[in-house]
T-cell receptor, first 113, second 115 residues
Framework: GQQLNQSPQSMFIQEGEDVSMNCTSS?????WLWYKQDPGEGPVLLIA?????ELTSNGRLTAQFGITRKDSFLNISASIPSDVGIYFC?????????????FGEGTQLTVNP | GAGVSQSPSNKVTEKGKDVELRCDPI?????LYWYRQSLGQGLEFLIY????????KSGLPSDRFSAERTGGSVSTLTIQRTQQEDSAVYLC?????????????FGEGSWLTVV
């Protein structure tokens, strides 16, 4: 099935550093979502983006919906140990009628204290 | 609770047995999704229900997999004659169309181990 290209696959950073990850696609999506998954848990929604060019923040998290609708990035500022986990981007083509999410393969983030 | 609820949270079954996994979506959410996540992998779409429309079953991996959604609310994912490769986390999600768009929320998953 269709995949989103998410990078990097993994990151090892020091506490306090900023983090950036992104997703790209060969096709257009009308919604971009970013999720975080902790071990043994389901994905938890972090940020939802609905308009091309939209820049949205949620605390230390900032995400942008690319102008071309084919990409999105997530930034985490001043990382802390509890930011550890797997971050997934997801794109959705439908808006008014809803449709399936297509997921990236995830970015495994490790934060060293 | 206010979130998507799944049961059982863990299930160990013998190869060849049938299993049923249940999902209670968030109240008022019209759309319901099932995804599968194998260990260390991303999320694989299985099936999608939207209101009274015919479900999108295009992600079901074989005819051993089926799902129902009764009364537009609770959904059951059934796996017949389970195989070891069916071992995974089965995640349910629900959503509703809001002013801004369609935001999807996940349950904590049902961990299936086929031995």
């Amino acid at each position: 099935g269709q995949q989103l290209n998410q990078s990097p696959q993994s990151m090892f950073i020091q506490e306090g550093e900023d983090v950036s990850m992104n997703c790209t696609s060969s096709s257009i999506f009308n919604t971009w979502l970013w999720y975080k998954q902790d071990p043994g848990e389901g994905p938890v929604l972090l940020i939802a983006l609905y308009k091309a060019g939209e820049l949205t923040s949620n605390g230390r998290l900032t995400a942008q919906f690319g102008i071309t609708r084919k990409d999105s990035f997530l930034n985490i500022s001043a990382s802390i140990p509890s930011d550890v986990g797997i971050y997934f981007c997801a794109g959705q083509k439908g808006v008014t009628s809803g449709s399936r999410l297509t997921f990236g393969e995830g970015t495994q983030l490790t934060v060293n204290p | 609770g206010a979130g998507v609820s799944q049961s059982p949270s863990n299930k160990v079954t013998e190869k060849g047995k049938d299993v049923e996994l249940r999902c209670d979506p968030i109240s008022g959410h019209t759309a319901l999704y099932w995804y599968r996540q194998s260990l260390g992998q991303g999320l694989e779409f299985l099936i999608y229900f939207q209101g009274n429309s015919a479900p999108d079953k295009s992600g079901l991996p074989s005819d051993r997999f089926s799902a129902e959604r009764t009364g537009g609310s609770v959904s059951t994912l059934t796996i017949q004659r389970t195989q070891q490769e069916d071992s995974a986390v089965y995640l349910c999600a629900s959503s509703v169309i809001g002013v801004s768009g369609n935001t999807i929320y996940f349950g904590e998953g049902s961990w299936l181990t086929v031995v």
